[in-house]
């Protein structure tokens, strides 16, 4: 498997559910960083951890990171339509360049 | 909130030719970087640049391709010689040390 691999790949909820999405990696990390893309559109990054951080919020997203399984978990709590989107974990090393996993695509139901 | 900016938004070229990608990134950012996604498809690192060199390059990025930072404020891609296979969206992005900012890309349509 590959740097950065997500589950599930598709993930279909309602409004307001929690919606959990998964990340796995193989190297050793700074951090670890999610990013939501519209179809289409560009990447909008929602929260960065370190790798000496297990959690994080930010509003209605936390974010877990535990280095000794090389995971990662994005939840979004009280889901809305408007979350609807692809969500992308990437993982920073030694050098600065991200490497992006598969993605979740999240659908949100009314 | 500063952001990257990318023009054109969408480019459309001939087989063979060659193309241009220009990305402004943050003015007090230091790293900077290209990427790509084929439609439908994860987002590929193609190169980073810092201090007026590449500092890192992945295998997608051959001698085909070229960056630069022409002035204090640009930062491009070129394509030399754009094959059917180079079509997809390009995103540009600049960093500090925290997250990296992403452009709102560029769809490149090759015929």
């Known amino acids: 498997s590959q740097q950065g691999e997500e589950d599930p790949q598709a993930l279909s909820i309602q409004e307001g559910e929690n919606a959990t999405m998964n990340c796995s990696y193989k190297t050793s990390i700074n951090n670890l960083q999610w990013y939501r893309q519209n179809s289409g559109r560009g990447l909008v990054h929602l929260i960065l951890?370190?790798?000496?951080?297990r959690e994080k919020h930010s509003g209605r997203l936390r974010v877990t990171l535990d280095t000794s399984k090389k995971s990662s978990s994005l939840l979004i709590t009280a889901s809305r339509a408007a979350d609807t989107a692809s969500y992308f974990c990437a993982t920073r090393g030694g050098g600065n360049k991200l490497t992006f996993g598969t993605g979740t695509q999240l659908k949100v139901e009314l | 909130e500063p952001e990257v900016t990318q023009t054109p938004s969408h480019q459309v070229t001939q087989m063979g030719q060659e193309v241009i990608l220009r990305c402004v990134p943050i003015?007090?950012?230091?790293?900077f970087y290209w990427y790509r996604q084929i439609l439908g498809q994860k987002v590929e690192f193609l190169v980073s640049?810092?201090?007026?060199?590449?500092?890192?390059k992945s295998e997608i990025f051959d001698d085909q391709f070229s960056v630069e930072r022409p002035d204090g404020s640009n930062f491009t891609l070129k394509i030399r010689s754009t094959k059917l296979e180079d079509s997809a969206m390009y995103f540009c992005a600049s960093s500090d040390e925290g997250h990296i900012h992403f452009g709102p890309g560029t769809r490149l349509t090759v015929l």
């Open positions: 003015s007090n950012h230091l790293y």
């Open positions: 640049f810092y201090n007026n060199e590449i500092s890192e």
């Open positions: 951890i370190r790798s000496n951080e």
